[in-house]
């Protein structure tokens, strides 16, 4: 298979070679990105469980509706890695998944599905079990009490494993099988439970011939009882009264303990998942799609009323693939189009609680000239080629997003095309699904290779046939002449679930499925005749609008918050749970938007590297550091706390290690102590009530994952006592806020040229919004502490020296209440106005002396000024207008790309921060002659006086919308302002009218 690397500059790195299948880029939505098989509840009642065909397992934190965390292991390509089945043991404590373990759906000769067993709390792999099977893994479960571990194979096989020996031993091997040698029986679900002094399995047949329920005496050691029944049998569950068991025929089968048959319920659809409430009192059961469009529910049956149904729930919409219930007997289930999970009354169909990522399905696609279209809503349920509604557009040239796009605007895009010249694409039902190619006088069959389902299908300009599989394959076949079979020329390797609909232009091809990736082709490897062809490029966009396009070895282009839903998996030893890592945390190596152009220019990405003249790197080479903090979340009455932490090397040594404080920067550690990392302790000053402490490490080529601990500090037992001297706890009082600011404007340019022009307003919308906060002194805060910088008192050193004053007027502050023990929630804003520049990759603010021909040694660097004011311990605005493109000429140096500037602010200390920029990237930031201002500063004004009382995000919403607003109807189009809220920050007072 093909290595995943990324490339970096020769001058910097030394290529190094790593073991394969070590690092694989995924979609990350916070939810799961493909259907979800399975879903479990902690018996406490604090978590879910759910496990999905994307390889991952994920835990919900019930109370607080939201991720907690994920528990991942070692992965492959294709279905290597794909997860069967999960099993939590009674007491919690482990989670025993069986997982499938080669790249083939088929089992062969190097293929061995494996049983881990993990810590569920640690997410820590603790054994892996070797079931000596010769095909794949169906189910693994524990026994009701605990004792034992059972799984269930396509080899017509049953292990039960005694779960304190193999924890306590070496021992990995059963220490009972109970095998049927008949070759049509698979024992799809498996249940064991106590049964006096016996133990009982119960095991349900998904055969294609004898269909049978079975109960076996583990004690006896063979089959004390039996079922037949009518159609292969899928699931099973228990209460202590009764075994219900499902299949793909239309109802449900009850039995008591002694397998004797005691009644049938019918279901309108096939069911799918099924289990019994804790007091046994309700049965759940999940249902599968129905081609007859009927209703798709989750059915609710009453158990004490002869099974009679309940209630119904359908607000999932589509397929709902498991069900459970929660330790308080609410109803659980788990699918949907975009894989919910939703927690819900079973007597009133009240939905109480929903889990779901910013990610959506993509049923439709379509592209036009480089341009993507796209569409998030099945329309009609059909088996292949599914023809949903196109919605939204994403320019790749321009990494523009159009959200729900004008209809008249999305007739341009080609769709799947089902006819090239006097052929034509047809399914043959009748012929188990196959596809053929028809012409006027004969039908030829597309060969599947194997086990694969067409699901989307259609020609490219070229006549090559196109196909998209159940299993995430896309294909390319052709019909060459004199043959009777397309056949498969080239295996195009990528999606990670089904492929919904696929289109074609050119040299191109676009799909779109269940993973919610939209992923981009070239032709150009069936013309090579390649075998295994990768995406030329790959786009999500989210649910909230963001959006990341990356490439094969993971350099890409996002926006401010896009690439934290793509990252990478990490593989470590089979035995070892697996790492991940989003892609923001490569910013320093990955984020290339110059890369993905290049390759839109090339048509690939290895010519991409070769034009730019950059080599490859393995990415496992640039790991961040790994950094934990061992102390754990507590409640003092102490001032000042120890943290310790641990902090581990994987590649370059570290260059820092930094710490927020309620997501404002508070300290940073450097030096040769910390470069090789180490165990760390570090004393910190708590304030009143809740400090969460956030804590990373960064080498210089990527950056950690965040570390967190929260400490409350409760002082409310010594106010009580009125005895503050006695205690080591010192009181801190609130005062009110100050803020800081630092106001730039320039308008005229000394070395003003045809390329350098001067502008009207910079300087006047500059002054304008200096005054208006200055007034606010006494009002929204205590003290405004400003300095402001025009024209030609804004050369670059005098910028520079402002960026320090404002640094020392905030650390003096930060003295003074330190020393009187204030606090208060200080404000630092800054405020640029004029022209910007981006050279190479940094990003220049033009002050009065800039020169054309040498911006880097005239102006000034924002990056590196954005080092120190990023650190300071205040809340944030930086607020830029400094994106004048219709002033600026065509020389060497482009605009500030407003949406790259936030996302290198915010990536330099993870801090909380608001960013407000004018404009958008290329587009026009407008200046009237009638106002006097520029159009951004004049909308600006407005909001701080649309209430008595302005806070910082309605502010903000203001801007976006209005300025918008009032440059609609303007010639080159609408002036759009870039805004950015990262971190979770208080929506703060900013002025007082």
């Known amino acids: 298979m093909e290595k995943l690397i990324v490339y970096c500059f020769a001058l910097f790195f030394t290529h190094t070679i790593f073991a394969q299948n070590k690092t694989f880029l995924r979609i990350e939505t916070g939810a799961h990105t493909a259907p979800i098989n399975q879903v479990l509840a902690t018996s406490d009642g604090k978590f879910l469980i759910t496990a999905a065909n994307d390889k991952t397992i994920r835990v919900w934190d019930i109370d607080n509706e939201k991720e907690s965390r994920r528990i991942l292991g070692f992965i492959g390509e294709g279905p290597d890695g794909m997860i069967h089945y999960i099993g939590l043991s009674p007491d919690n404590n482990l989670l025993a998944v069986a997982v499938h ?103 349900a047949d998904y055969g294609s011939r004898f269909k049978v329920v079975s109960l076996y005496s583990l004690a006896q050691k063979k089959v004390i009882n039996s079922f037949k029944a009518k159609d292969r049998l899928t699931h099973l569950a228990m209460s202590d009264r009764f075994i219900a068991v499902t299949g793909y025929e239309q109802q449900i089968m009850i039995f008591d303990h002694d397998l004797n048959h005691a009644l049938s319920i019918p279901t309108d659809t096939q069911p799918t998942g099924l289990r019994f409430s804790n007091n046994g009192d309700l049965l759940l059961v999940g249902a599968k799609e129905s081609t ?24 999932h919409g589509s397929r709902v693939n498991d069900v459970t219930f929660t330790n308080n007997g609410m109803a659980v289930s788990a699918g949907g189009d975009n894989n919910e999970i939703h927690i819900w009354s079973p007597v009133t169909s009240e939905l109480l609680k929903t889990f779901k990522g910013v990610g959506n399905n993509v049923f439709a696609v379509g592209i036009a000239d480089k341009t993507l279209a796209f569409g998030n809503t099945q329309r009609f349920r059909m088996d292949v080629n599914n023809y949903a509604p196109l919605e939204h557009t994403f320019d790749l040239v321009e990494r523009d997003l159009i959200p729900n796009t004008p209809e008249d605007e999305l007739t341009k895009f080609k769709r799947a095309q089902t006819e090239y010249a006097d052929r034509r694409l047809k399914i043959l039902p009748q012929q188990g699904w196959d596809l053929a190619v028809e012409d006027s006088v004969n039908q030829y069959q ?96 989210s ?108 590649s370059d040594p570290i260059q820092r290690i930094w710490l927020l404080r309620n997501e404002k920067f508070y300290r940073q550690y450097q030096g040769s102590d910390i470069a090789h990392g180490g165990r760390f302790e570090k004393t910190v000053e708590l304030l009143p009530g809740i400090n969460n402490f956030t804590l990373f490490a960064e080498s210089k080529v990527a950056k950690s994952i965040a570390s967190r601990v929260s400490i409350e500090l409760d002082d409310s037992e010594w106010q009580a006592r009125g005895r503050m001297q006695e205690s080591s706890l010192i009181k801190i009082k609130d005062t009110p806020p100050e803020l800081f600011l630092l106001i730039v404007g320039v308008s005229d340019y000394a070395n003003a040229n045809s390329q350098l022009k001067s502008i009207n307003y910079a300087h006047i919308d500059a002054e304008s919004v200096a005054k208006a906060f200055q007034l606010q002194q006494g009002k929204a805060f205590a003290k405004v502490v400003s300095k402001v910088l025009l024209n030609e008192d804004a050369n670059r050193d005098s910028i520079k020296q402002g960026f320090n004053w404002l640094q020392q007027q905030v650390e003096q502050r930060v003295a003074y209440k330190k020393k009187n023990n204030l606090k208060s929630e ?91 920029n004018a404009t958008q990237k290329d587009k026009p930031s407008y200046e009237s002659s009638e106002i006097g201002h520029g159009i951004f500063t004049k909308v600006m004004l407005e909001a701080l006086k649309t209430d008595n009382e302005v806070f910082i995000e309605p502010f903000i919403t203001f801007i976006r919308r209005n300025v918008k607003r009032q440059t609609e109807h303007l010639e080159q189009g609408p002036q759009k302002p870039h805004t950015v809220t990262f971190g979770s920050v208080d929506d703060y007072l900013l002025h007082k009218n």
Not at 292 to 308: C, G, I, L, R
Not at 556 to 564: E, F, I, P
Not at 862 to 880: D, G, K, R, S, Y
Request: hydrophobic share 40%; charged share 25%; aromatic share 10%.
């Open 292 to 315: 007859e469009e009927k209703p798709v529910y989750v059915a609710v049956f009453d158990v004490n009323n002869d099974f009679n149904r309940l209630n119904k729930y359908s607000k």
């Open 543 to 650: 649910s909230q609008g963001e959006w990341i396009v990356w490439s094969k070895s993971g350099f890409y282009d996002a926006s401010t918050l896009g690439d934290l839903h793509v990252g990478y998996h990490v593989n470590q030893a089979e035995d070892e749970a697996a790492l991940f890592y989003s892609s923001d945390r490569f910013l320093k190596t990955l984020y290339r938007p110059d890369v993905i152009t290049a390759i839109l220019e090339t048509g690939s990405e290895d010519a991409a590297l070769q034009q730019m003249a950059l080599q490859a790197q393995a990415v496992d080479s640039i790991l961040p550091p790994k950094i934990q903090l061992l102390t754990e979340n507590q409640k003092t009455q102490q001032a000042e706390v120890t943290l310790s932490f641990d902090v581990e090397l994987a």
């Open 101 to 203: 373990r080669g790249e083939s759906h088929n089992k062969v000769a190097d293929d061995q599905d494996v049983i881990r067993i993990y810590d569920f709390h640690s997410g820590d792999i603790i054994k892996v079990l070797d079931p000596q099977n010769t095909d794949d893994l169906l189910t693994v479960n524990f026994s009701d009490d605990g004792k034992y571990l059972i799984s269930s194979s396509e080899d017509h096989s049953i292990h039960i494993w005694d779960v304190e020996q193999i924890l306590n031993s070496d021992h990995s091997r059963p220490m009972h099988t109970i095998v049927d040698n008949n070759y049509y029986q698979r024992p799809k679900a498996v249940e064991m439970f106590k049964f006096a002094d016996d133990y009982r399995i119960v095991s």
């Open 826 to 916: 200080d404000i630092t804003l800054i405020f640029l106005a004029g022209h910007g520049a981006k050279v190479n990759e940094d990003f220049f603010f033009l002050g009065n002396d800039a020169k054309i021909e040498d911006i880097a040694n005239t102006s000034v660097d924002i990056m590196l000024e954005a080092e120190v004011f990023t650190a300071l311990p205040n809340q944030l605005i930086v607020m830029t207008d400094a994106c004048h493109s219709g002033t600026m000429g065509g020389g060497v140096f482009k605009n500030i790309d407003s949406r790259e500037l936030g996302k290198r602010l915010i990536s330099l200390n993870d801090r909380a921060v608001f960013i407000i």
């Open 446 to 541: 597309v060969l599947r290779n194997g086990w694969y389902y067409h699901e989307a299908f259609g020609f490219a300009d070229d006549g090559t046939i196109l196909s998209g599989g159940r299993g995430g394959e896309v294909r390319a076949y052709r019909l060459e002449n004199n043959d009777f079979f397309a056949r498969l020329t080239t295996d195009f390797i990528g999606h990670q679930g089904k492929v919904w609909d696929l289109a074609s232009e050119g040299q191109y091809v676009v799909t779109g499925g269940d993973d919610q990736s939209v992923r981009i082709w070239n032709l150009r490897a069936v013309q090579q005749k390649q075998v295994r062809a990768y995406p030329m490029l790959n786009l999500f966009v």
